[in-house]
């Protein structure tokens, strides 16, 4: 099982960024792809959801209106598009693949958030 987070990386306030994850080993299709961030002395939270079938969003209140989660199930890959990014954007951002008791994760990448 691999999960591999791409297209992190050092923008300015107000800028974007697209997070790609790139998922395998599993079937795709039938999990729920989370996003979750960690900030330095933080813990882990929860960005934003995405259902396995009717691909139902749901985004963490600190995010919603600027970050949006999509999912191509042909590519294996979940992504999460950033506008509008603030300083305490800055994080490492995971991929998370749930079903259940199946939990799986990616290795992170970063988004630093500064001018």
């Known amino acids: 099982v691999q999960l591999v987070e791409s297209g992190g990386g050092l923008v300015q306030p107000g800028g974007s960024l697209r997070l790609s994850c790139a998922a395998s080993?599993?079937?795709?299709?039938?999990?729920?792809m989370n996003w979750y961030r960690q900030a330095p002395g933080k813990g882990r939270e929860l960005v934003a959801r995405?259902?396995?079938?009717?691909?139902?969003?749901y985004y963490a209140d600190s995010v919603k209106g600027r970050f949006t989660i999509s999912r191509d199930n042909a590519k294996n890959t979940v992504y999460l598009q950033m506008n509008s990014l603030k300083p305490e954007d800055t994080a490492v951002y995971y991929c998370?693949?749930?079903?259940?008791?199946?939990?799986?994760w990616g290795q992170g990448t970063q988004v630093t958030v500064s001018s």
């Open positions: 998370n693949a749930d079903r259940m008791t199946l939990n799986y």
């Open positions: 080993g599993f079937t795709f299709s039938s999990y729920v």
């Open positions: 995405i259902t396995s079938i009717s691909g139902t969003t």
